[in-house]
């Protein structure tokens, strides 16, 4: 069955240091990969998407992430931390069956430490 | 461009009760989701609509959960009776195509007692 891992459930980092969430998927093909967030009290907010092409994504809010097929990953990066990024972050993953199903990870919570 | 609408925010519900939720998506937006978010989890595909249709529902539980779409717009999800286990956020979500970008409301916070 194709699943979404997120193996940190959560991470701290400092204010200005560097972020990593790691994201792996289980599945045949080539999928769409996405990456979401998620503050507390809002509804998800997309931060990056990768269909094909570059496997270097750029997004919103400083984000960026890298598909690596060999090693089934999609993770995300950003260089430098504001404590405005604590929140949930969320990838993704279209299945190319019928209706295109969006299956999630199990989320990674992010704290900023000042 | 006016965001996806869900109402109510909030709602707290005895068990065997049965609660209704509705969502408005973004207008144009042909494809409308309707998925479960447990406390501490991701959110899990309930029903997927395109236009008034159904295109996915594998994972709504039949027996007490039910959706429509009337007329391809908004959209009404409803338990009847509601479990404890059924405590959760739901979120309504549309897109323009049904693999690109999801637009997600705000959800609303079931608490079933």
């Not at chain 1, 430098?80 to 299945?95: I, K």
Request: charged content about 15%.
């Amino acid at each position: 069955a194709q699943s979404v891992t997120q193996p940190d459930i959560h991470i701290t980092v400092s204010e200005g240091a560097s972020l990593e969430l790691r994201c792996n998927y289980s599945y045949g093909a080539t999928p769409y990969l996405f990456w979401y967030v998620q503050s507390p009290g809002q509804g998800l907010q997309l931060l990056l998407k990768y269909f094909s092409g570059d496997t270097l994504v750029q997004g919103i809010k400083g984000f960026e992430a890298e598909f690596k097929r060999s090693q089934s990953s999609f993770n995300l990066r950003k260089p430098s931390v504001h404590w405005s990024d604590a929140a949930e972050y969320f990838c993704a993953v279209v299945h190319n069956n019928a209706g295109n199903m969006l299956t999630f990870g199990g989320g990674t919570r992010l704290m900023v430490k000042p | 461009e006016a965001g996806v609408a869900q109402s109510p925010r909030y709602k707290i519900i005895e068990k065997r009760q049965s609660v209704a939720f509705w969502c408005n998506p973004i207008s144009g937006h042909a494809t409308l989701y309707w998925y479960q978010q447990i406390l501490g989890q991701g959110p899990k595909l309930l029903i997927q609509f395109q236009n008034n249709g159904v295109v996915d529902d594998s994972q709504l539980p039949k027996d007490r959960f039910s959706a429509e779409r009337l007329k391809g717009v908004d959209s009404t999800l409803k338990i009847q009776p509601a479990k404890l286990e059924d405590s959760a956020v739901y979120l309504c979500a549309s897109s323009l195509i049904s693999y690109n970008e999801q637009f997600f409301g705000p959800g609303t916070r079931l608490t079933v007692l």
